[in-house]
């Protein structure tokens, strides 16, 4: 069985940078987690209350992903990746979650954030990766926090 490591990242590239030095040293797969629109810099301007990323969050809107992971059944493991939004989740992560069978997955969580604490993002995680575990989630600023998981 073997390793992925999936990711999105979406204003500066922090969260894909860690996402790729991590696929180097636990040799998995690495998918990118795309939404089917791209973000634009206008888009994720949080402090404008018009901005795209603002009216998915506080409409609840469901953001779809491009593409689908291939040969999703032969991971054990997942290192899912993802900068912090709004104290949790982007909606793209919840989407991608949705679509995928997580029996039996044993999952590891990385964020990004601007300064937010991991708080409760793997709770908010857990209705979207039903029948995987949650092994561990751990905000981090490189990956050299993550060395350990192997
Ligand atoms: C829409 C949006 C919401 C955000 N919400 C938070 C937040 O609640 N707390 C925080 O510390 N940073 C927040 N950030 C900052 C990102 O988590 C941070 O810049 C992250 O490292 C970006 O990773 P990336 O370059 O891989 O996209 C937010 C950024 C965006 C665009």
């Known amino acids: 069985m073997k390793a992925l490591v999936a990711y999105f990242s979406a204003e500066a590239g922090t969260t894909r940078k860690i996402a790729e030095e991590l696929a180097d040293a636990v040799a998995s797969d690495l998918y990118e987690i795309k939404p089917e629109v791209p973000y634009s ?37 997942v290192y899912l990746g993802f900068p912090i939004w709004y104290y949790g989740v982007p909606n ?29 993002t793997a709770q908010k995680l857990e209705p979207f990766v039903k029948g995987g575990t949650i092994e561990d989630a751990r905000r981090v600023t490189g990956v050299e926090e993550l060395i350990g998981w192997k």
Do not use: H
Request: contains cysteine; charged residues 30%; hydrophobic residues 30%.
């Open 41 to 77: 810099e206008a888009d994720l301007k949080w402090p404008n209350p018009m901005a795209r990323c603002n009216r998915e969050k506080f409409g609840k809107k469901e953001v779809p992903v491009q593409g689908r992971v291939p040969d999703w059944e032969n991971y054990s493991t």
């Open 92 to 120: 793209v992560v919840e989407t991608f979650c949705k679509g995928y069978d997580w029996s039996g997955k044993k999952i590891y969580v990385f964020v990004t954030s601007g300064g937010s604490g991991i708080g409760k």
